[in-house]
Nanobody
Framework: QVQLVESGGGSVQAGGSLRLSCAAS????????MGWFRQAAGKEREGVVL????????YYSDSVKGRFTISQDNAKNTMYLTMNSLNPDDTAMYFC???????????????????WGQGTQVTVSS
């Protein structure tokens, strides 16, 4: 089992920045894909940023490329999402997720991920 706890959400004006954290515990060595999904009101959950802890490869959705950055502190078992140039379209509940895809790259598909955090709200006002 893997436990994920997000923090760092909040309200910010357009153009501002936030950094989300995801603290992982448990059998994290059994997962190779970690990332952030978001779900806006009335919309499907969207995979925005992923990292493969084995290959180091990263995925960024087109909507956040160039503005969001994923990073990890392995000593703290913590993953970060740095979000810059935020706009109202980024308003959503953000979820940390972990899963396994042996010998394959990580995909922004929610069903690939077995473990989820409780979510943290990000609200961007214009």
């Amino acid at each position: 089992q893997v436990q994920l706890v997000e923090s760092g959400g909040g309200s910010v004006q357009a153009g501002g920045s936030l950094r989300l954290s995801c603290a992982a515990s448990g059998s994290t060595d059994r997962t190779n894909c970690m990332g952030w999904f978001r779900q806006a009101a009335g919309k499907e959950r969207e995979g925005v940023v992923l990292i493969n802890s084995i290959s180091g490869n990263r995925y960024y959705s087109d909507s956040v490329k160039g503005r969001f950055t994923i990073s990890q502190d392995n000593a703290k078992n913590t993953m970060y999402l740095t979000m810059n140039s935020l706009n109202p379209d980024d308003t959503a509940m953000y979820f940390c997720a972990a899963g396994v895809r042996y010998l394959r790259e990580c995909r922004p598909i929610a069903s690939d991920y077995n473990y989820w955090g409780q979510g943290t709200q990000v609200t961007v006002s214009s």
